[in-house]
């Protein structure tokens, strides 16, 4: 696996992704235990573990991307807000040590945890073949 990490392969393809967006800085892609529909990830290509050992213009350059998928989230599955989630250290409940944000929408009036569950492959591939741009 490319440098032992799992984000890393999948931005080398060696592990496939339902993939929402994609330019030169950031893949973006949709979380497989979804906190809601079109719970995305949106990952740097270069790898850094974390907030603290990334650089400041590559962060400014994938918080740009982060915005840019959150507005088209926004956009394309009319959520009413969203959250943005970037955990560092195992002890705040990383588990995948390569810098990445997550994009939770929220739905008004809808029922929700923080506590993914497995989603459906199948609704997943259809979604991001949906909402990808
Ligand atoms: P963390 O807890 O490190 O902030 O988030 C890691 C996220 O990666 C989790 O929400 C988990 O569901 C997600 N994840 C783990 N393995 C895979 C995978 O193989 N593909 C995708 N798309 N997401 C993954
Ligand atoms: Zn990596």
Redesign the pocket.
């Known amino acids: 696996m490319k440098n032992n990490c799992?984000f890393c392969a999948?931005t080398a393809g060696e592990?496939p992704?339902?993939k929402v967006y994609e330019d030169d800085v950031v893949l973006a892609?949709?979380?497989?235990?979804?906190?809601s529909e079109g719970?995305t990830?949106v990952v740097p290509k270069a790898h850094s573990a974390g907030l603290l050992d990334t650089d400041d213009a590559t962060l400014a350059a994938v918080v740009a991307r982060v915005r840019k998928v959150a507005a088209h989230l926004k956009d394309v599955l009319g959520c009413d807000g969203f959250n943005i989630?970037?955990?560092n250290g195992e002890a705040a409940?990383?588990?995948?040590?390569h810098l990445?944000f997550?994009i939770i929408p929220r739905y008004a009036g809808k029922a929700f945890s923080f506590a993914?569950e497995k989603g459906d492959m199948d609704k997943l591939k259809a979604l991001a073949e949906r909402i990808a741009f």
């Open positions: 799992l999948i592990i992704s339902f892609y949709l979380d497989i235990n979804p906190f719970h990830l989630m970037q955990n409940g990383q588990t995948v040590m990445h997550h993914g």
